[in-house]
């Protein structure tokens, strides 16, 4: 009997702007935050008081569990500061009934509600800290702009006569990029269009712009692969690169280097977390990917265990990369920050009893030379260490070489630990897992 496949094709995560929490939904209607840093649960919203649409921080609520249809999730950071007070750090959450909310992660409260803002659902949201604007899309057609602050509806537009179901904003925060049938790019100024890229037959599933927003990567449902979009040019545009995988992609990430260097980051839907780095996008579409799997010792058969979510936090030289993964249980993940070396595969272990486990691995041997061993340890399930001493998540280098892969030296990152949640919070929280 094979493991089984964990079912993260629905699941809606996303990490803090920090990278220090991670915000997950698994459909249940439930909201749980895990401390990405110590591993462990830091909060479930099972319990949360509702808010009056259009009603600010101020308004009176009412407990009772709203058994919502979370569709989209968007964690949003209006404060740049370290030290964050409530109202700062927002789970903005698109439903199913064309609902727009926003969550306090402090105070564990709604913040703000827009009701009906796309009747037939929201289908995709996004964030440009540059005036702190929440973009949503729906099944309308239309692109939404709300006020972060306070959920007040600053715009409208129509984007397209059929459903959006992907949205992003550039770093920028000057171009919107929508997906329904079609790409389309606006200038967020005025909402005028620049441009069109055809390329998907089917529904955009993930959308995302480069760091520099030069480049828009997609994924459609179904497609096994990731199409990469060159901004500028012509109105109408082809896709600049394709970067093929074995199974549909469900997040896409990129980050680009100054001197041009480009990586690619993705996690297929059977929860394997691939990693592309080229000096272009001529040299990328040659390149086979670098792979990031769970090892076969660690895959359950009776539970669901896989990479379900990522974030390339930045560039260590030419192909190479760091990137937080959470992976495993989705009731129990991991955290681990890796230094990712394209050509160097990683295979992550998962301990069942919260133990340290070592594991062995092999470097394949060039022709003519013995195969040698190399003692790995595996990520620490810190969520079921409750008792135990918890050393802080540290880089790591594999040494397991592809013939188009140069290993590097591994090396340790400490990262900066602070938190902006507080403990204060009146809703329903569970113990630890």
């Known amino acids: 009997m094979a493991p089984v ?181 606006f200038d967020t100024s005025d909402n005028k269009k620049i441009q069109k890229f055809s390329g998907h037959p089917v529904a955009v599933r993930s959308m995302v712009f480069s760091n520099d927003s030069q480049y828009v990567l997609s994924s459609g449902i179904g497609e096994r692969y990731i199409a990469i979009w060159k ?39 059977i929860g394997v977390c691939y990693f592309w780095s080229a000096c272009n996008t001529d040299d990328l579409r040659n390149k086979k990917p670098t792979k990031i799997t769970l090892s076969e010792s660690s895959l359950s058969r009776t539970q669901a265990f896989s990479i379900f979510a990522a974030k390339l936090q930045g560039m260590d030289g030419p192909n190479s990369a760091h990137v937080l993964l959470a992976y495993g249980s989705v009731v129990k993940p991991s955290f681990d920050k890796r230094l990712l070396c394209y050509g160097t595969d990683i295979n992550l272990g998962i301990s069942q009893d919260g133990v340290l486990l070592p594991s062995t691995q092999t470097t394949m041997a060039k022709k003519g030379q013995s195969v040698k061993k190399q003692e790995t340890v595996t990520a620490l399930d810190r969520a079921n260490a409750e008792d135990a001493i918890l050393p802080l998540p540290k880089l790591h280098t594999q040494e397991k070489k592809r013939k188009h892969g140069v290993t590097k030296p591994s090396g340790d990152i400490e990262p900066s630990i602070h938190s902006d949640l507080t403990t204060r919070s009146p809703i329903q929280k569970r113990g630890r897992s």
């Open 231 to 269: 901004l500028g040019g012509g109105k109408t545009q082809s896709s600049n690169c394709i970067l093929s995988m074995e199974h549909p992609a469900i997040f896409v990430d990129c980050k680009c280097s100054e001197e041009g260097e480009i990586h690619v980051l993705a996690i297929s839907e």
């Open 5 to 185: 496949a964990a079912p993260i094709r629905d699941l809606l995560t996303s990490f803090s702007p920090s990278a220090d929490f991670l915000a997950l939904s698994s459909g249940d209607g439930r909201i749980k935050v895990w401390d990405a840093v110590r591993g462990r649960l830091q909060t479930e919203f099972a319990d949360i008081p509702a808010v009056e649409a259009g009603a600010g921080a101020g308004a009176e609520t009412k407990r009772g569990h709203l058994a919502l249809d979370y569709t989209c999730m968007k964690w949003v950071q209006l404060s740049g500061k370290k030290k964050r007070k409530a109202g700062s750090s927002l789970l903005v959450l698109g439903t199913g009934s064309g609902d727009v909310l926003a969550l306090d992660v402090a105070a564990g409260q709604w913040k703000w509600k827009v009701s009906d803002c796309h009747p037939g659902g929201v289908t995709a949201v996004a964030y440009s800290k540059h005036g702190r604007i929440v973009y949503t899309a729906g099944a309308d057609g239309m692109v939404c702009r709300i006020d972060a602050s306070d959920g007040s509806i600053l715009g409208k537009f129509r984007s397209s006569s059929k459903a959006i179901s992907a949205l992003a904003v550039s770093s920028d925060g000057n171009i919107l990029a929508t997906a329904a049938g079609q790409l389309r790019t």
